[in-house]
T-cell receptor, first 113, second 108 residues
């Protein structure tokens, strides 16, 4: 049982490049989330999904897109990376039917130069 | 949206000392969790505690939902307790809102 995994762990992009971050969970959770963490701050919600095929905006969605084509996967895309998107990105998942406890992945450190 | 305030922002402890971290929130919640972010950046679930008291080894937590606060107690602190402690709450909308965290440094 791997829990929540994220790919890649590190990435450096140049301004204007695109990339996709992959989050996978093997706990059959309905809800999945993408957060970003900037230095000295807590986590802020980018986008989330309450089920396969559904997504919604969080607190800081601009510049990001997401897709949830399969229940176990949640993808975060940056179409044209900007230095302001340099951050650590965390994925999380949660069951709808059990406790509300969220489980987090290990994070992806992204640098945009 | 809901406001989450953590105090103190920074805490320096001598190994073996006890401490209390506080989390205040501005509205009623369905979910409250405490996390420890270790120096490698990993977020570790400490407690899921929307109300009541729980203990796990040297750590314990209490949430008084009616007064909208939660406390995290660290007893007999060790250097491995260093890191950032986050409180996060969910009102009733499937989304966690995080506080800014308390940075704990335990010195040997």
């Amino acid at each position: 049982n791997a829990g929540v995994t994220q790919t890649p762990k590190f990435r450096v992009l140049k301004t204007g490049q695109s990339m996709t971050l992959l989050c996978a969970q093997d706990m059959n959770h309905e809800y999945m989330y993408w957060y970003r963490q900037d230095p000295g701050m807590g986590l802020r919600l980018i986008h989330y999904s309450v089920g396969e095929g559904t997504t919604a905006k969080g607190e800081v969605p601009d510049g990001y897109n997401v897709s949830r084509l399969k229940k176990q996967n949640f993808l975060l895309g940056l179409e044209s990376a900007a230095p302001s998107q340099t951050s650590v990105y965390f994925c999380a998942s949660r069951s709808r039917d059990r406790s509300y406890e969220q489980y987090f992945g290990p994070g992806t450190r992204l640098t945009v130069t | 949206g809901i406001q989450v305030e953590q105090s103190p922002p920074d805490l320096i402890l001598q190994e073996g000392a006890n401490s209390t971290l506080r989390c205040n929130f501005s509205d009623s919640v369905n979910n409250l969790q405490w996390f420890h972010q270790n120096p490698w950046g990993q977020l570790i679930n400490l407690f899921y505690i929307p109300s009541g008291t729980k203990q796990n080894g040297r750590l314990s937590a209490t949430t008084v939902a009616t007064e909208r606060y939660s406390l995290l107690y660290i007893s007999s602190s060790q250097t491995t307790d260093s890191g950032v402690y986050f409180c996060a709450v969910e009102p009733n909308d499937y989304k966690l809102s995080f506080g800014a965290g308390t940075t704990v440094t335990v010195r040997a």
